[in-house]
């Protein structure tokens, strides 16, 4: 059964028909937060954080083979959305430049979950910032256990700093950026 009743993923979303029995058979910690609704259907209470932080990192490891530390007190990011915004990015970038990518995540969060999905699943390369030391701390950790420090970048940043350019050294060109969709 597709979780895109409303047709609004993108076409290549890889996470629009998952199935979330078959998802739990590689972790224990969703099975839990599962809730039968049919013989062929399940489903999670999506209001209650720790069901939401092992959805996050099923999808993570099973689909993107990624190993995500997701503290409870920050963001817990929706991965079918993220893909989704990622992958309507990678339609507006031209074909030349999408092996070239190297996107900015303003406000990347404790998961850095964009640029995470972005440099393992797409192979863009990502500088990700935030004002909130801890969700930089975290992101780290996320970025260097899944050995994607090349790829990605975290820098925290004073929330008066309205100058990204310090940030990039020396002459770098960059393709698109990710910020959270109400800052736009």
């Avoid at 979780?3 to 972790?27: A, S, V, Y």
């Avoid at 530390?69 to 963001?75: A, G």
Wanted: with cysteine; hydrophobic share 35%.
């Amino acid at each position: 059964m597709t979780n895109n009743p409303n047709g609004t993923m993108h076409p290549r979303n890889i996470l629009q028909d998952c199935n979330f029995w078959e998802l739990q058979k590689n972790n224990l910690g969703l099975k839990k937060h599962l809730r039968k609704i049919r013989d062929d259907y399940c489903t999670i209470n999506f209001k209650d954080p720790h069901a939401l932080c092992e959805l996050s990192k099923s999808l993570a490891k099973t689909f993107f083979h990624l190993d995500l530390e997701i503290p409870l007190n920050r963001l817990i990011p929706t991965l079918p959305l993220r893909l989704n915004y990622l992958l309507w990015i990678e339609d507006i970038i031209s074909i030349e430049s999408k092996n070239n990518v190297l996107g900015i995540d303003i406000g990347t969060g404790a998961s850095a979950i964009y640029a995470l999905i972005g440099a393992k699943y797409l192979g863009w390369k990502f500088l990700g910032t935030d004002t909130d030391y801890t969700c930089c701390e975290n992101a780290q950790r996320n970025i260097h256990c899944n050995n994607l420090a090349d790829k990605v970048v975290v820098k925290h940043v004073k929330q008066s700093d309205d100058k990204l350019t310090h940030l990039l050294q020396g002459t770098i060109e960059w393709n698109t950026h990710v910020t959270p969709e109400p800052t736009l």
